[in-house]
């Protein structure tokens, strides 16, 4: 390595600093840029002790108020036009060790001094990072070459002459064509595509393929992969015993609205806040699932409301990471350390998400109901009657309450036992046990549904009001203990106004007082008004349908519901991120330094959406597209997607994100197709991935795009393609997850049933969307190839190359199945020679002839295991596997070159 | 073979061209902030210096073997943790008081604001279920389930007092080992790897074993790798079947052809690399022979049939059985091979009453027979190696167990048994510069509650990396705009105990 020589280095550090001396003493200045040259200063050398956590000598440089303020001394540090007299300057440039700011550290350098003291001089004025501010249409660089094919192109071609390097030459069309395709549908291209765009001459024969593409439904699943990765999806809850849930309708919901092209802002408003959209639909609704993916415990003994409180805190840390590209977690302890988020904003944001109904309970409550298409019907009939008979506002009522069994009270919301326990969620009771039911809100109610199953057949529940020995309001004969074991029974109230506690007794005279089995236990509570329409035509059909609508044979899935008034939850700050230590009181707002909720946005979740898709959001876009970027580049523009904050690695081309987030919004109308059309038609994309030493050299990581992306495929792309080019994947859309081949004992979960049982038929080629992700004991290759565990929102993954990797496409079973039945296609349509065979397989992987060397190279390995094959009937036998051959060592031989062709580099890569 | 020379010479290729990148990077970043240290310098030497977390980690290279902060007593860990939360009461803390109350009513003072998993209304208490006698020069109480411990007692440090804040299986169980008690973060043995990468590239530097018939309540999480890059999780290793997934060749394959399969590999991945000059596949042809050798590596020390009888004997171990014996000889094997950080799960310790096997008086003492052997046995056999010093023990659970009898749901039980109990409880260490035959932290007469020297998960989570040579609040990552570390905002070194 031949770095400068020392002496060299001192001479040119030297040279440098006189450089700057003349600039900085003697050329008239410009203005300081605070974001670009003061905010890095602070970062690094003063923030770490006079910021958002730590404020020594009451001195904080994160917001300009806390800077101007007196600080312990009784006086302000920063004096705004007057460096001379501010107590900042004289600490940095203190002689006196004791006094020398940053204290204990290396002293700052002249050049930061000269640019804190002029920017003092200059009024310290405090900047906005670029992230934080407003997106703006960017002016488009004005370069001509013939290397240039769109706006994206510009952009790049001016960063590459700044760093003095050249663009590459196109990528050659085979290469092309797999890149684009396996980044835009996940899958090579189909043979079809493939001899379409490969015998096209025309122009427009890319832009073709393209516009085929994005039209494949292929392409919904693959981006769908890279959302379930943000929304923490799995198929288990999480804790302990990890059950499972029954949330893929949510995974079906974005592979539809993906191929829909959905735009972007209505996509995101569906999932924060469907619910609470003019008249929900089920797609709406499921949408909400988004939020539900947080992880539930059902530990016996576990303290529900704090791991409410948990995946409430979650769905705030996605937002601002998954949809904002911005770190908020640390904001939970206190002010944000760099980025001008104050402490009580993260309680203002978070409880935007406080009032849903969902509490941590093991039954996952609220549940949609989705009922089946006769059902469905009478749902829709009983609804329109209300509608007539009552009013509209009754009917969406009665509509929400069938769909979702809310608003009711959790049993979790009972205390006080006296024999008796909560169980799980339900409430049990043995004979003359108790139990009070907090603060119900009895204004109004004239009936209560209750859900209970009375495990003794018979005994009443007695109601109290306001204590044991208070008024006995009601008396409930339970319903028998026959099918269905949960009982709904719906009963009328004395009319009592305000809120109450009640006490809920049970007792069977027919059993001995002291009897240890557990009479009732209760479900839900549901206070309400007495069914409508009472004496109008039809209303005892209509009353019919309700009660058996209520227990008919449904589908569910977790979803979001919000409180009613009668529920609402308070939200407080948590002083330093303990939830018991509850500060001052706050309500639903966004941070003062963005954008202000548009005028028209309710104070609640739909509103927030609203904020968050409002063009004026100035993180929405930019991080999406640098998502976009990442997932078609391996890189963003930004580096860390997951924060482009002051601490985050700055974009190398800032002007480019721009200019495609602005025109994400207004031009392509939040069109992601629109995007990823123009950025892979560019030829900054289309590039030959081919890289020279001295290129190499200068951009190691690509940052600059003098060359097109080479990256290494996702764990999904590598499991698809491998099972596409065998000639298996299964083309089946939708639906639960499968359980393709695992090998034994991977899931040993205590107290848990739960087994992974190998799906049948096509349900073990299914593309890898469709897998089965248990939180605690993800899919091995799923792990192997870097996806986490979904425990919480993975906004990167970050490539690794292990040994591990080798493993799993060399010998898991799933690999074998599939290099026997790509050694059988191309056994099928390569020719009669094995070198045309291994040539032929070669064409369907790369869609390009082979070369020599590595004909030879595969030529050689299918000799060589010949050679042993052909004298060993058993091995050959073993290694063919379960396909009819009628030459065993032949085919055990072409297994072994299919085995490796699934394992070369040019493979597992995009190039 | 004839294809040695060509894959030795790619090999060597591939590492200087990572060196060649590693060093470029670094030159870079650190030029591009004013010439600041000279790149060289921090690649040569240890590279801690503030900016730290990030330039641990290099794609190309993610386990290199890197010195520590300082240089440790200990070179490698393996943790023992014994999943479900054994009695202590039953094993270590010896407490006369208690059998005095047995059988009366638990007095409402320990109950009031408390909150069990399963006790309900008023327990009775419930005296210690064992005899307890001092044992060895230290004179260390050890009850009588623990008869083969009881010999090495002079090389244990016994931590009395340990206590947190989870009393469910799972939180506790991740707040131990990953200093929250969520999931979502690295493990301690996911931290050492990063930190220090690992010895023996054929091997996995951070190794996981499980008996008992059960992953441990928070499953995988509890070797997880987080926020860190995955390659940092632990890898685990099986007694039955593939002792590594997928590290078996198919059926039909014998060593020869898995040879030229992987050099058939090579060779078109040296092609490759001659027309796009990529780094990253050097890398991966580095990455396919690593596989090759870990093929032989992982299952030859996973593979205790050659030990000598006496070793078997000592450790009691079954070869072809999932054992816990097994495990911990395997642990030995395992660090005697360079593996950076073991960690062994036993499960089956909630000894709550609800059947004999659960039974304190019962059960507890059917697993400590199946544990006391290979866990005394480890010690003398890393001790006669001379690797006991460089070796960090550690015996552990994430939770005691209270002194009143478990009555769930108000009901007597049918066996003795106690429930989960988080504010005091017992772990121990030994080796790697833990001085052996100290007490370190006190409880009350009946322990329920701490007198003194109150140990934290973090506390022992420091302990453990500052053995093997790290501060603990300098060992951080940089996740979500925020520096973390396992010991999150907390932890103390327990000096104490320290050699």
């Avoid at chain 1, 058993?874 to 297994?895: N, R």
């Avoid at chain 2, 593996?339 to 310790?349: A, E, M, N, T």
Wanted: glycine content about 8%; charged content about 25%.
């Amino acid at each position: 390595m031949h770095f400068l020589s020392s002496k060299k280095l001192f001479i040119g550090v030297a040279l440098l600093l006189g450089v700057i001396a003349y600039v900085v003493f003697h050329k008239p200045l410009e203005k300081i840029d605070y974001s670009s040259q003061v905010k890095p200063i602070l970062n690094k050398n003063c923030i770490a002790c006079h910021g958002g956590v730590k404020q020594k000598g009451g001195f904080s440089v994160l917001f300009r108020e806390d800077a101007m303020a007196n600080t312990k001394s009784g006086k302000p540090a920063i004096i705004p036009g007057s460096p001379e007299t501010s107590e900042f300057i004289k600490r940095i440039t203190s002689k006196d060790p004791e006094e020398r700011m940053p204290y204990k550290h290396t002293p700052l350098s002249k050049e930061d001094i000269q640019i804190l003291t002029q920017w003092i001089k200059e009024g310290a004025q405090w900047g906005q990072h670029w992230a934080y501010t407003e997106i703006k249409s960017e002016k488009i660089p004005d370069y001509s070459s013939s290397w240039i094919k769109n706006e994206v192109d510009q952009f790049v071609y001016q960063k590459l002459k700044q760093e003095h390097l050249s663009p590459s030459d196109e990528a050659d069309k085979s290469t092309l064509m797999r890149r684009v395709s396996l980044d835009l549908t996940g899958l090579p291209p189909t043979q079809l595509v493939a001899k379409r765009f490969l015998a096209d001459d025309s122009p427009k024969a890319y832009e073709n393929l393209v516009d085929d593409l994005l039209a494949s439904p292929s392409y919904g699943e693959r981006w769908t992969s890279l959302w379930l990765d943000l929304a923490r999806y799995a198929d288990t809850k999480g804790y302990e015993k990890d059950g499972s849930r029954n949330i893929w309708k949510y995974r079906d919901w974005l592979i539809r609205a993906f191929n829909a092209d959905k735009p972007y802002n209505e996509f995101i408003k569906e999932q924060i806040a469907g619910d609470l959209m003019p008249n929900p639909d089920d797609a709406k609704y499921i949408a909400t699932s988004f939020n539900r993916n947080t992880m539930t415990n059902d530990e016996g003994g576990t303290d529900d409301e704090e791991f409410r409180t948990a995946a409430v805190m979650d769905r705030t840390n996605t937002t601002w990471s998954a949809l904002m590209g911005t770190t908020f977690n640390c904001v939970q302890c206190h002010s944000h350390p760099y980025d001008p988020f104050k402490h009580d904003e993260y309680y203002k944001f978070l409880s935007f998400f406080n009032n849903s109904r969902d509490e941590d309970v093991d039954l996952e409550y609220p549940l949609l109901r989705q009922y089946n298409s006769v059902d469905s019907l009478k749902l829709n009939t009983l609804v329109d009657w209300i509608k007539t008979n009552a009013s509209p506002e009754e009917g969406k009522k009665y509509y929400t309450f069938l769909k979702t069994w809310q608003p009711t009270i959790n049993s979790l919301q009972g205390d006080k036992y006296i024999n008796g326990a909560l169980l799980g969620c339900t409430a049990g009771l043995r004979n003359l046990g108790s139990f009070r039911l907090k603060n119900v809100v009895l204004d109004q109610k004239e009936q209560l549904m209750l859900r209970y199953n009375a495990r003794l057949n018979t005994g009443n529940v007695y109601i109290y009001l306001d204590s044991l020995k208070g008024k006995l309001i009601k008396t409930v004969a339970l319903k028998s203990n026959q099918t269905p074991f949960w009982k709904l029974q719906t009963i009328d109230l004395p009319a009592i106004s305000g809120t109450h506690n009640l006490y809920f007794k049970f007792h069977n005279q027919a059993i001995p007082a002291l009897d240890e089995t557990t009479g009732v236990r209760f479900d839900w509570f549901a206070f309400g008004t007495k069914f409508p329409g009472k004496g109008k035509p039809g209303y005892d059909d209509a009353m019919k349908s309700f009660s058996e609508l209520m227990e008919a044979p449904v589908e569910t899935i977790p979803v979001m519901v919000e409180n009613n008034k009668d529920q609402f939850r308070t939200s407080h700050v948590f002083e330093r991120g303990n939830r018991l230590v509850e500060g001052a009181v706050v309500t639903p707002d966004v941070p003062h330094i963005l954008n202000p909720m548009p005028a028209d946005a309710p104070k609640n979740r739909l509103g927030m959406a609203m904020w968050l898709t409002d063009e004026k959001n100035p993180l929405v876009a930019r991080t999406m597209v640098n998502r976009l970027w990442e997932q078609l580049f391996g890189y963003g523009i930004a580096e860390t997607l997951e924060d482009l904050g002051s601490q985050g690695i700055p974009p190398t081309h800032r002007a480019l994100l721009d200019h495609l987030s602005w025109k994400f919004m207004h031009d392509y109308q939040w069109s992601l197709k629109k995007v990823l059309k123009e950025i892979v038609l560019s030829a900054t994309y289309r590039q030959e991935s081919k890289v020279t030493d001295g290129l190499l050299k200068k951009d190691p990581m690509n940052k600059f795009f003098a060359r097109g992306p080479r990256v290494r495929l996702s764990a999904e792309q590598i499991r698809d393609q491998s099972l596409a080019v065998s000639n298996v994947l299964s083309s089946k859309m939708y639906g639960k997850s499968v359980m393709p081949y695992q090998p034994e004992g991977i899931w040993r979960s205590p107290y848990s049933g739960d087994v992974w049982k190998k799906s049948q038929g096509e349900d073990q080629f299914r593309r890898a969307v469709y897998t089965y992700w248990k939180r605690t004991a993800p899919y091995p290759s799923m792990i192997t190839f870097d996806g986490g565990a979904r425990e919480v929102c993975i906004t990167r993954r970050i490539r690794t190359d292990t040994p591990l990797q080798a493993l799993t496409t060399l010998n898991d079973s799933t690999y074998l199945v599939m290099a026997r039945y790509f050694a059988s296609r191309i056994n099928e349509v390569g020719g009669v020679e094995v070198n045309q065979q291994i040539a032929k397989g070669y064409e369907l992987m790369m869609y390009k002839p082979i070369s020599k060397a590595r004909l030879n190279a595969l030529m050689e390995l299918y000799n060589t295991s010949y050679t042993k094959f052909r004298n060993d009937a058993k091995a050959s036998a073993l290694m063919a596997g379960q396909l009819e051959k009628p030459d065993k060592p032949k085919a055990a031989s072409m297994v072994m070159v299919a085995s490796a062709m699934l394992n070369l580099d040019e493979w597992l890569n995009k190039n | 073979m004839r294809d040695d020379n060509q894959t030795r010479r790619l090999i060597k290729e591939a590492e200087q061209a990572m060196l060649q990148q590693y060093t470029r990077r670094h030159f870079l970043k650190d030029g591009a902030m004013g010439f600041g240290a000279l790149a060289l310098g921090s690649l040569l030497g240890n590279c801690w210096g503030n900016s730290g977390s990030k330039k641990l980690f290099d794609a190309a290279n993610p386990l290199a073997a890197r010195p520590p902060m300082f240089p440790g007593k200990a070179k490698s860990v393996i943790y023992l943790h014994m999943a479900g939360a054994p009695s202590q009461l039953e094993l270590f803390s010896y407490k006369p008081e208690l059998a005095k109350l047995d059988g009366l009513d638990c007095p409402p003072s320990l109950l009031e604001g408390k909150k069990f998993a399963f006790i309900r209304g008023v327990p009775k208490m419930l005296g210690p279920q064992a005899v307890f006698k001092q044992r060895g020069e230290s004179g260390l109480w050890l009850s009588d389930n623990l008869p083969h411990l009881a010999t090495v007692a002079d090389d244990i440090a016994m931590l009395n007092a340990v206590t947190t804040e989870q009393f469910n299986h799972a939180p506790a169980q991740l707040l131990m080992h990953t200093g929250s008690a969520r999931l979502g973060r690295p493990s301690i043995g996911s931290w050492v790897t990063y930190g220090m990468g690992t010895e023996n590239n054929n091997l996995p530097g951070f190794v996981v074993l499980t008996s008992g018939g059960n992953n441990p309540d928070a499953g995988k999480s509890v070797w997880g790798s987080g926020f860190l890059p995955s390659v940092y999780q632990g890898v685990q290793c099986r007694s039955e079947g593939d002792p590594v997934l997928f590290i078996k060749d198919p059926k039909g394959m014998d060593r020869d052809l898995r040879k030229a399969s992987i050099d058939a590999i090579n060779k078109v991945n040296q092609e490759q690399y001659s027309e796009y000059n990529d780094p990253e596949t050097l890398s991966r042809i580095a990455q396919y022979e690593m596989a090759y050798k870990m093929q032989i590596s992982v299952p030859d020390v996973m593979n205790i049939n050659d030990e000598p009888q006496y070793i078997h004997e000592m450790y009691g171990t079954q070869p072809g059985k999932t054992s816990f014996a097994n495990n911990v000889l395997l642990a030995r094997k395992l660090v005697e091979k360079g593996v950076r950080f073991v960690q062994l799960f036993d499960w089956g310790w909630d000894t709550h009453g609800d059947s004999a096997g659960n039974a304190v008086d019962i059960g507890l003492i059917n697993k400590c027979r199946k544990v006391d052997r290979p866990i005394t046995a480890l010690l003398l056999d890393l001790k006669q190696r001379g690797l006991l010093d460089e070796t960090l023990v550690i015996w552990g659970t994430e939770f005691g167990r209270t002194p009143m009898q478990e009555n769930r749901e108000g009901k007597k039980m049918p066996f003795k048994g106690r429930d989960h109990h988080a504010a005091a409880f017992n772990m121990w260490m030994a080796g790697g510069g833990i001085k052996g035959g100290t007490s370190y932290g006190v409880t009350d007469e009946i322990g329920y509650n701490i007198v003194s020297g109150k140990t934290e998960a973090y506390d022992i989570q420091a302990t453990i990396l500052n053995q093997l040579g790290f501060d603990h609040e300098k060992l951080t990552y940089e996740s979500q705009g925020r520096n973390f570390r396992l010991t999150d905002l907390s932890g103390k070194v327990i000096k104490d105990i320290l050699a």
